[in-house]
């Protein structure tokens, strides 16, 4: 899942969990079709709609906003987090299998490989 589609379930996480079991009635019926789930699935996403209307009110949709907007900083710290360690990982990595070659050309982290005891 990319990271604005993340964002976008998180969001919506508020007004769903209270209508969960229509919108799992409509995924199964839309999981084995392709065109047909338009016109086959009408009647589970008659009632996932009606469910979501009912409990998606103004007020939840705004205090869900105000919770997304308010953890936006911590995402993106996760985030850049998330990416320095697959880089440190990356070079562990190159590091560990190109013993002989040069890493050189890697970028920099603060990373330091250990030294290894030969027998």
């Not at 769903?16 to 999981?31: E, K, R």
């Not at 007020?59 to 850049?80: G, I, P, S, V, Y």
């Not at 562990?92 to 890697?106: A, G, P």
């Amino acid at each position: 899942m990319g990271i604005a589609l993340e964002e976008h379930v998180e969001y919506q996480s508020a007004t769903t969990d209270t209508s969960l079991p229509p919108s799992l009635d409509f995924a199964a019926c839309c999981s084995s079709r392709t065109f047909s789930a338009t016109f086959m699935c009408r009647g589970p996403q008659k009632a996932m709609n009606a469910c979501m209307n009912r409990y998606a009110t103004r007020e939840e949709q705004d205090a869900a906003r105000q919770e997304w907007f308010a953890t936006l900083d911590k995402r993106k710290e996760e985030r850049e987090a998330k990416e320095t360690k697959r880089k440190e990982d990356e070079r562990f990595w190159k590091d560990w299998w190109d013993k002989d070659k040069d890493t050189s050309q890697l970028p920099e982290t603060d990373w330091k490989p250990k030294e290894r005891k030969r027998r």
